[in-house]
């Protein structure tokens, strides 16, 4: 199929016939269900999708991998080879995020290299390869192993506006990419801010100086996608990104059945089946029911995004964060902020990991109420340059903040880093078990090691779609947290109400992972059967597992090393006994996928380690003891 796949790309831009890739088994779910659609789910329609015609089909990367390890239990690489047995016939895509893969840092050109060769090997056909800075350096082996692979290379320009973007900019990255090897260019719009005349105007300018397929990516967030589409089309675009109509628009890609319904009589017309995918689109609308614990609240037309220019599922994101610490009403002022941390680090197009990278800064400026207080170590590795080159001027009184007299690199970034695989092959690590689980194991190393364990031991558990007590009334959720504590909400106990705040889960024991209590603003660190001493005649109302709590104090003492927000632990980079000045750092800690370095408040010695890596913690734990010296 591949064979085939090289000799007809470059056919699409001589029929004149416009040509669809469906998002729905990857960008729709991702953008409106938070990535949890399985692969179950996905096989229910595989082969109907694969009886349509489309140009591709979309199944794989950006956020889907990781998602698959973390809440799903699902083998991603198992996945993909399900989907290329269910789909033999249409070209099967993913999402490339170029150096950093489907991670959120830049990789080894090794990891890269195989990843890519893997992921030919298991049935993806065409490699939408991207760069969060548009830097076209960190695309440059990504696109080599693609080729050597030979798959089908769709390089992407990430559209923005700012400053420093213009179409004529555009282009000249248009003509690197054709001349890296690209196969075809991917207008790639991830925040729908390409209005319709801008589409026809950088068409246009792109058709003139290059004979490669144009293929544009949308999201309908702001309303504007179809519209787009239809302008870009008539200028000489060759493909465009849809889902099919029970999953598309908002936040996702708007609806197939329109694009092919508006095309029809035209020259541009898709000549695909519009019964056939209408009876795909009612089995998707049943699908979709059982995600509603995941439905994104923004499932419409958002024009925030034309006025804080950010993506439409980064808002949803951001909202989530905020409830979560109980500062929704802060919600203004992340928005005010994130355009000023954008300028900051030199205008970046803000999809991921620079999206989350500028989204989590600007959102613990607002929270900390000092501006850069509280410093990710992605916003330091930014400033460094270890993301690549910012498209504008980086501001050099926030880049000194971030990384105090260091000086950025100008290299490649991915040049700076040492071959990964061999050092995890000499783990010798019975769980890690095929040249893929070592993939994994290099992409995301705690998530996947508690992935291989379970799967080791037959405990793997996805997350359950049931809506737990919440459906049965007898919880009223405040908001849901997917991702961090803390969560909120009301038991009523014979007509009483108690206002109940998780204020984070500690490690697991034997097992089983606690959790922390506030009940009407007292912490309460409680087994289930001693909360029916705090709230009375709970017993039998509530089903829940007693679990062990915590043993870690709270940090009270000056050299007591705490977190600012909770996550996971996934290094630790001291040992006990060792030196420390004030600020060093001790441990990274995960937290909106985003890893905070946590740092001593004194110089001194290393009398104690509270945790090890894979635990979950919480502010205010003591989590590394220090002696002042």
Known sequence: MTEKNLRSVKDTVLTGKTYLTDTVLRDAHQSLLATRMRTDDMLEIASDLDRVGYWSLEVWGGATFDSCLRFLKEDPWERLKALREAIPNTRLQMLLRGQNLVGYRHYADDVVKKFVERSARNG????????????????????????????????????????????????????????????????????????????????????????????????????????????????????????ISSMSTGTAQPPTETLITALKGTPHETGLDLDLISDIADRVHVIRKKYKKFESEY???????????????????????????????????????????????GYPPLVTPSSQVVGTQATLNVLMGERYKVITTETRNYFKGLYGKAPGEVDEEARKIAIGDEKPITCRPADLLEPELDAIGRKNDPNIKTTEDMLSYALFPVVAMEYFEQRESGTLEPESLEMDAEASGVITPEHHAPHLAPSEFNITVHGETFHIKVAGAGHRVAGKRPFFLKVDGRLEELTIESLTEVIPSTAGQIEAESTPQSSRPKAKGEGDVTTPVPGKVTSIKVAEGDAVEEGDTCLIVEAMKMENEVHTPITGTVKEILVKVGDAVNPDETLVVVEPA
Do not use: W
Not at 136 to 142: D, F, G, I, K, L
Not at 179 to 195: E, P, Q, S, W, Y
Not at 319 to 336: C, I, P, S, T
């Open 299 to 345: 499932t419409g037309v958002n024009t925030k995004t034309l006025v804080v220019q950010i993506p439409g599922g980064m808002i949803s994101n951001l909202a989530n964060q905020l409830r979560e610490q109980g500062a929704l009403d802060k919600m203004r002022d992340v928005f005010d902020e994130i355009p000023r941390v954008r300028k900051d680090m």
């Open 124 to 243: 993806i056909d065409v490699f939408r390869i991207f760069d969060a800075l548009n830097d076209t350096r960190n695309m440059e082996v990504s696109i080599r192993a693609a080729k050597e692979a030979r798959a089908i290379v769709e390089a992407c320009i990430c559209y923005t506006t700012s400053p420093f973007h213009t179409h004529e900019g555009f282009v000249e990255m248009a003509l690197k990419l054709r001349d890296l090897g690209a196969d075809t260019i991917c207008i790639k719009d991830m925040a729908g801010l390409l209005t319709p005349p801008a589409s026809f105007d950088l068409v246009t300018k792109l058709r003139k100086n290059i004979d490669l397929p144009i293929h544009i990516h949308s999201h309908d967030s702001s309303g504007l996608a179809a519209m787009s589409y239809f302008k870009g089309i008539e200028a000489g675009a060759n493909i465009i990104d849809t889902a």
